[in-house]
Nanobody, 125 residues
Framework: QVQLVESGGGLVQPGGSLRLSCTTSGFTLDYYAIGWFRQAPGKEREGVSCISYRDDSTHYADSVKGRFTISRDNANNTVSLQMNSLKPEDTAVYYC??????????????????WGQGTQVTVAS
């Protein structure tokens, strides 16, 4: 079964950290760009961080640069998003998405072949 499953969301205080994981199945992760997107209530979906399939080139939204780090482990079919120094404005549902033979530009285009169901991240005291 082809799917993406996000995990690792939850409630964290401002300044805290979370690590999100996107576990893939049913396809070869090596050939897919992976992106993390988020959507807060009443706001448009935003490309947070994306990584290409070919050379692991990355893209980060300006709002998360220096705080978030994306990484991939093709052998274990997982892409992670380490989120540090979290802020209340990071609160959103976070989704991972896959694009076959894509690159980090999927963060800008939002075009993907597969989407996960999302995981809630809430940053509040």
């Amino acid at each position: 079964q082809v799917q993406l499953v996000e995990s690792g969301g939850g409630l964290v205080q401002p300044g805290g950290s979370l690590r999100l994981s996107c576990t893939t199945s049913g396809f070869t992760l090596d050939y897919y760009a992976i992106g993390w997107f988020r959507q807060a209530p009443g706001k448009e979906r935003e490309g947070v961080s994306c990584i290409s399939y070919r050379d692991d080139s990355t893209h980060y939204a300006d709002s998360v640069k220096g705080r978030f780090t994306i990484s991939r482990d093709n052998a274990n079919n997982t892409v992670s998003l380490q989120m540090n120094s979290l802020k209340p404005e990071d609160t959103a549902v976070y989704y991972c998405a896959a694009r076959g033979r894509g690159n980090q530009a999927i963060c800008v285009t939002g075009v993907a072949d597969l989407w996960g169901q999302g995981t809630q991240v809430t940053v509040a005291s």
